[in-house]
Nanobody, 126 residues
Framework: EVQLVESGGGSVQAGGSLGLSCAASGFAFGDSDMAWYRQAPGNECELVATRSTDGVTYYADSVKGRFTFSQDNAKKMANLRMNNLQAEDTAVYYC????????????????????WGQGTQVTVSS
């Protein structure tokens, strides 16, 4: 059974930090592009960060310099460290395992291909 289980969401004041973790099982973790997406109420699904199978990491401009993506293939974990959080970072965050053939750019999270977690809420108060 394929599973992606996120943990680490919660509430924090602006300027604070949170770390999200994604534990994967049931599929070839090392053969997937791992990604973090988020969706805030009224907004479309947004790609936050992703790492390709060859180790290239991409960050959305809105989080560059504040968020750090890390991955442990041996433990099948993908993590997102979020520093200097702002109110606009408030959203449900989703971990996704996508095929190397392409990322998801649909309007709704979770997407309709690849594997997705259930989502974890991050709330930042100003």
């Amino acid at each position: 059974e394929v599973q992606l289980v996120e943990s680490g969401g919660g509430s924090v004041q602006a300027g604070g930090s949170l770390g999200l973790s994604c534990a994967a099982s049931g599929f070839a973790f090392g053969d997937s592009d791992m990604a973090w997406y988020r969706q805030a109420p009224g907004n479309e699904c947004e790609l936050v960060a992703t790492r390709s199978t060859d180790g290239v990491t991409y960050y959305a401009d809105s989080v560059k310099g504040r968020f750090t993506f890390s991955q442990d293939n041996a433990k099948k974990m993908a993590n997102l460290r979020m520093n200097n959080l702002q109110a606009e970072d408030t959203a449900v965050y989703y971990c996704a395992a996508l095929p190397p053939t392409g990322l998801y750019f649909g309007s709704v999270c979770p997407g309709d291909f690849g594997h997705w977690g259930q989502g974890t809420q991050v709330t930042v108060s100003s």
